[in-house]
């Protein structure tokens, strides 16, 4: 079936390094995605978003990969903090109602 | 500015017990839609509102839960003989005008069926 998946459940990093999560999509229809960042008892968090037509984008340390050749969809944190220490959930438009199909999430774990 | 609101935070019910659950939206935000998650997984769709009337609500598990938006601002989702395999955190997001703008989530109301 079609789903939105993620490479790795769980992430550790040392404060200060680069932090690197991937996450795949099957359908090749969805145009617009979304990664999330959720800390224990709140709601998902909008962190950066990108649209079909571009393959990079950049916000405040975060920056968004597309490959649709693949259909991979990547977040990489720059001089990761114990701050960012969350789960991560990438989530893809499939239509233009804006439904967002979340995938399971990869648990970000920053040592100090 | 305020963000999405639910209210309650917390909500302990009886199996068989009928609940109701709030989402004040972000002012200004057409689209409203509930999401439910468990433990350990992503958000899962359950409907979305675009002004007052129900665009999309083919997550809706089955007919005991049903939602609402009558003035095309606060939504409630009600939930009918409860089940103990309701107990998840219901999520309330809302986004400017649907489609390719972002959804701002509330906290959510964690459901616990007894």
């Known amino acids: 079936g079609e789903s939105v998946g993620l490479h790795l459940p769980t992430l550790s990093v040392q404060e200060g390094d680069n932090s690197i999560i991937n996450c795949a999509y099957s359908n090749s229809a969805s145009d617009y995605f979304i990664w999330y960042k959720q800390e224990s008892g709140k709601g998902p968090q909008f962190i950066i978003d990108i649209r079909s037509n571009m393959d990079k984008r950049q916000g405040q340390r975060v920056t968004v990969l597309l490959n649709k050749t693949v259909k991979h969809l990547s977040l990489q944190i720059a001089a990761t903090q114990p701050g960012d220490s969350a789960v991560y959930f990438c989530?893809?438009?499939?239509?233009?109602?804006?439904?967002?199909?979340f995938g399971k999430g990869t648990k970000l774990s920053v040592k100090p | 500015g305020a963000g999405v609101s639910q209210t309650p935070s917390n909500k302990v019910t009886e199996k068989g017990k009928y609940v109701e659950l709030r989402c004040d939206p972000i002012?200004?935000?057409?689209?409203l839609y509930w999401y439910r998650q468990s433990l350990g997984q992503g958000p899962e769709f359950l409907i979305y509102?675009?002004?007052?009337?129900?665009?999309?609500d083919s997550g809706l598990p089955n007919d005991r839960f049903f939602a609402v938006r009558p003035e095309g601002s606060v939504s409630t989702l009600k939930i009918q003989r409860t089940e103990r395999g309701d107990s998840a955190v219901y999520l309330c997001?809302?986004?400017?005008?649907?489609?390719?703008?972002?959804?701002?989530f509330g906290n959510g109301t964690r459901l616990t069926v007894t």
């Open positions: 989530a893809e438009n499939r239509g233009s109602q804006g439904n967002l199909i």
């Open positions: 509102f675009q002004g007052t009337g129900a665009a999309d």
């Open positions: 997001a809302s986004s400017l005008r649907g489609g390719e703008s972002p959804l701002h």
């Open positions: 002012s200004g935000h057409t689209a």
